[in-house]
C-alpha cells in the first residue's frame, strides 16, 4: 500500500479539524458545562450528542469484534460510501473501480464528487475477477469497490478474489458487507488487521432492522478512521440514533431469530418462483432478496404495482435484464406477492 500521506487529498491530508466545545475539555470529571451555548434546559434533547460515539463504539466492538478506534460511525452507509471520496479523490484526477452491476450509490458519489468512475462487468454468474478489476486500475485509481454479498445479484463474491484484489492493490478497497448477516461466508472485518488498505462496511438498516435510524459502519485502521473523524461532521450521529442504536444492539438474539425466519422464508419463496411458469431462473443468493429472471419483469412489474405489490424491477440494469429483485418479507407479504403472480 502506498503510504496514506500520498493517498489522502493535500487539502485533506493538511486539513484543521473543527473543535467543539464538547471536544476541547477532556480528563476532568465536570458538572457544570457552559461551552457551547445550549440551553440548559430541555434535557437530554438540549445537549450536542458525543461527536466521537463513544459509549456505542464500545457496544458495537463487542458485537463485531472490531477495536473502538477502528470503527467510524455515518448517517447510515450513505456517509461511509460519501466520506472515502472526499477524504481521498481529487475531483477531475482520481478513479474509482468497482464491479458490474452493483449497489448505485458508490456511482452517484463518484459523480456528485467529480470522480471518473469505471465499472467492470460481473461474469455469467455474477462472479468478480480480481485480475480484471486490477487491469482497470492505474496510478489514480483510489479506491476498488466489492459489494459481498452484492445487491442487486444476491450473491457473495469468492473470498479468494476479495484477497487477491486487496494484496495486489496499491491504494483502497472497500468492501460493502451490508448484507453479510444473511449469509454463511467469514466476514473481512476479521481481516483489517492484516491488511491496512481494507475498509469493510455494515449497516443497521437490514439484519438489524433499523434502516429509519440512519446509522452505517466503517472498520479500517485507526489512522484511515482518524482521517474519517477529521472530515465528517462533527455530530453526524444524533443523539436519537445513538440512542436507538444501543438498544437494538442489545438484542442480538433477536436479530438472529429475524435471520433465521427471512432464510426460511428465502428458501419457500425461490421454491415457489422456479415453479411459476412466468420465472426464468432464479439467482444464487446469500442476501435477504434474490434475483429472478421473468418472461417479461416490465409489465409484470406493472401489473404487481396495480396489485399493490412492489418490488424492484432491475431489468435495466447490466446483466439483469428481465429480472426483478425481490426482497423476503413477512410470511404474508411472501404470499401476496406469490398469489399476485400465480394470477398473472
Ligand atoms: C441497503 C444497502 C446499504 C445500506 O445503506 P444505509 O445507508 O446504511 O441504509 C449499503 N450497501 C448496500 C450494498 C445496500 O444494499
Given at each position: 500500500m502506498k ?10 491530508w ?28 430541555n434535557?437530554p434533547?438540549?445537549r450536542?450528542?458525543d461527536?466521537?460515539?463513544?459509549e456505542?463504539k464500545?457496544?458495537?466492538?463487542q458485537?463485531?469484534?472490531v ?8 448517517n ?5 460510501i ?6 481521498f479523490?481529487?475531483p ?25 468512475y ?5 461474469d455469467?454468474n ?7 478489476l ?16 452484492n445487491n ?16 495486489n ?24 488487521s ?70 426460511q ?8 418462483f ?24 416490465q ?9 399493490g ?14 429480472c426483478?429483485?425481490?426482497t ?13 403472480l400465480?394470477?398473472?
Amino acid at each position: 500500500m502506498k503510504p496514506l500521506s500520498v493517498l489522502t487529498r493535500p487539502n485533506i491530508w493538511d486539513l484543521a479539524p473543527y473543535s467543539s466545545a464538547r471536544n476541547e475539555y477532556s480528563g476532568h470529571e465536570a458538572t457544570v458545562f457552559l461551552d457551547a451555548n445550549e440551553n440548559p434546559y430541555n434535557a437530554p434533547l438540549n445537549r450536542y450528542p458525543d461527536p466521537l460515539q463513544r459509549e456505542l463504539k464500545k457496544k458495537i466492538s463487542q458485537i463485531k469484534g472490531v477495536a473502538e478506534e477502528c470503527i467510524f460511525l455515518g448517517n447510515g452507509s450513505d456517509e461511509a460510501i460519501d466520506l472515502p471520496y472526499r477524504c481521498f479523490t481529487r475531483p477531475g484526477i482520481d478513479n474509482v473501480v468497482a464491479i458490474e452491476p452493483t449497489y448505485g450509490m458508490y456511482k452517484v458519489c463518484a459523480d456528485i464528487n467529480d470522480v471518473e468512475y469505471r465499472p467492470v462487468l460481473l461474469d455469467e454468474n455474477y462472479q468478480m475477477s480480481a485480475e480484471r478489476l486490477l487491469a482497470k486500475t492505474d496510478k489514480n485509481t483510489k479506491i476498488i469497490w466489492i459489494c459481498s454479498p452484492n445487491n442487486p445479484t444476491g450473491n457473495s463474491m469468492k473470498r479468494e478474489e476479495i484477497i487477491k484484489v486487496i494484496e495486489n492493490f496499491e491504494a483502497f478497497v472497500i468492501v460493502d458487507e451490508a448484507y453479510g448477516d444473511f449469509s454463511q461466508e467469514k466476514t473481512l472485518r476479521s481481516e483489517l488487521s492484516k491488511y491496512p488498505n481494507l475498509i469493510v462496511l455494515n449497516t443497521m438498516s437490514k439484519a438489524w432492522g433499523c434502516a429509519a435510524i440512519r446509522l452505517g459502519m466503517a472498520f479500517a485502521s485507526k489512522e484511515i478512521i482518524s482521517i474519517y473523524n477529521k472530515v465528517k461532521y462533527p455530530y453526524n450521529v444524533n443523539l436519537l440514533t445513538q440512542k436507538q442504536a444501543m438498544e437494538a444492539l442489545k438484542e442480538p438474539f433477536q436479530v438472529d431469530k429475524w435471520v433465521k425466519i427471512l432464510l426460511q422464508e428465502r428458501q419457500r419463496m425461490i421454491q415457489s418462483f422456479m415453479l411459476l411458469p412466468i420465472c426464468e431462473k432464479v439467482y444464487p443468493t446469500d442476501a435477504n432478496f434474490f434475483l429472478a429472471k421473468m418472461t417479461d419483469a416490465q409489465s409484470i412489474y406493472n401489473y404487481l404495482v396495480e396489485r399493490g405489490v412492489i418490488v424492484r424491477n432491475r431489468t435495466r440494469v447490466t446483466l439483469c435484464n428481465n429480472c426483478l429483485r425481490i426482497t423476503i418479507g413477512t410470511k404474508g407479504e411472501n404470499n401476496e406477492l406469490l398469489s399476485a403472480l400465480r394470477q398473472y
